[in-house]
């Protein structure tokens, strides 16, 4: 069942359709209708348009296997969240780290990339390194290695 939107203007009702928009990896079939003979995919996916700025765009084209140009990217051409590691999805607000609550729609990490494409060659998906420690956490982390030692 796809979710609708009603209005009226004074006498005129109108019916919207609210349609997910479709992800275009080549290859996913994120958010797409099922095939004749395949099993419907009743999830719906989160999708993210592609970055505004140049070379955070640059960086998910040269990411994403398959030959698209900067020029070609139009503001309907989204990505789902199928090709994103989960630490870069944020699916919850956090205030001050007291306070959480689930996000309405989940947003992307400002230094997300696409890099996984289950429907790809496996060498076309690069695992990310894992996340780095802060500074002040690895110093803390330090000086209480050395209270230990001593």
């Not at 870069?88 to 494409?117: G, K, S």
Request: hydrophobic share 35%; with cysteine; net charge positive.
């Amino acid at each position: 069942m796809q979710p609708s939107v009603r209005c009226s203007f004074n006498s005129l009702t109108c019916c919207f359709v609210v349609v997910p928009r479709k992800c275009s990896v080549v290859g996913c079939r994120g958010n797409y209708n099922a095939r004749k003979g395949e099993p419907a995919d009743a999830t719906k996916v989160s999708v993210f348009r592609f970055p505004k700025d140049a070379i955070k765009k640059a960086e998910w084209l040269r990411r994403i296997p398959q030959e698209l140009l900067s020029e070609d990217i139009s503001d309907d051409m989204v990505v789902c969240e199928r090709h994103f590691d989960s630490r870069f999805v944020i699916r919850n607000y956090t205030y001050r780290r007291e306070f959480t609550c689930p996000r309405d729609a989940p947003i992307l990490d400002v230094d997300a990339v696409p890099t996984i494409f289950p429907n790809m060659p496996s060498y076309l998906s690069s695992p990310l390194p894992p996340k780095r420690k802060t500074p002040n956490s690895r110093r803390a982390e330090m000086a209480f290695r050395l209270q230990r030692c001593n």
